[in-house]
């Protein structure tokens, strides 16, 4: 009669773990908690799994970063050649284009230069200086011809800012924990399901569970090839491809 295999959970690395527990989740999710007979336990299950998951990320650091750091060095980009435009354009051959260059370099002037504030900071000066030019210097941004590098600024300055929110919104989604600490909490969930499917395959027969008893084996010798892999006891050969789900 088929039974889930035993599985030392612990021999597994946090990010093989966590992929092992998803591969589970997906089969239970395509054979569904209901036909399995494990709905309470499962819903256990996919609270501790989500844990594991914001521990994980918060491991692998914020899916924002690197579009952030993109995004605020594009902004300094064009911060910087729109200072030197508008200091280009004082040099003008044109007298209404010199003075409306210099009224407007004076501003930018008394902002400083916002590319090395913190980024809340660096975002909430631009947009308060581009208020200020739209509002009381629109007849100098037209003659000097600058219109178009303010909406270029306000348009990647509110590009940041969108990315900025959503990486605030998803560290604190996050926990702050440690990935083996909500390992803990995931092995017992998961175990609980194993006993229970074993023993309804003992009241019931397998029939309606033999297939995915077969697929929950198949993916745990699978890691259990890795590890050993890994620790060499298997020499070179090479882990088996993991089946579609």
């Known amino acids: ?31 569904t908690a209901e ?39 594009y902004r300094d980009v064009l911060e910087r050649g729109f200072y030197k435009f508008i200091e280009s354009q004082t040099m003008s051959f044109d007298p209404a284009i010199r003075t409306a260059a210099e009224h407007i370099l004076r501003k930018l002037d008394q902002y400083g230069d916002l590319r090395y504030l913190p980024y809340n900071k660096e975002t909430d000066n631009i947009r308060n200086r581009n208020a200020e030019l739209h509002t009381n210097y629109a007849a100098d941004l037209t003659t000097a011809q600058a219109n178009e590098w303010i909406s270029k600024i306000d348009e990647a300055n509110d590009d940041f800012d969108s990315h900025f929110g959503s990486r605030a919104n998803e560290l604190a989604a996050r926990i702050s924990g440690n990935v083996r600490n909500a390992r803990i909490a995931v092995d017992p969930a998961y175990q609980a399901i194993v006993n229970q499917i074993n023993a309804l395959v003992l009241v019931e027969g397998e029939a309606n569970y033999a297939e995915f008893i077969d697929r929950v084996n198949y993916y745990i010798n699978y890691y259990k090839t890795g590890i050993a892999t890994r620790r060499g006891r298997k020499g070179n050969n090479p882990t088996p491809p993991a089946p579609a789900v």
């Open 1 to 31: 009669m088929k039974q889930i295999i035993p599985f030392f959970l612990r021999d597994l690395q946090n990010d093989e773990h966590h992929k092992f527990q998803f591969d589970i989740k997906n089969l239970v999710d395509k054979e």
């Open 35 to 73: 036909k399995l007979k494990i709905k309470p336990l499962f819903l256990s299950y996919l609270t501790a799994l989500e844990t594991e998951d914001a521990a994980i990320k918060v491991e692998q650091g914020s899916l924002e970063t690197k579009t952030i750091t993109e995004g605020d060095e």
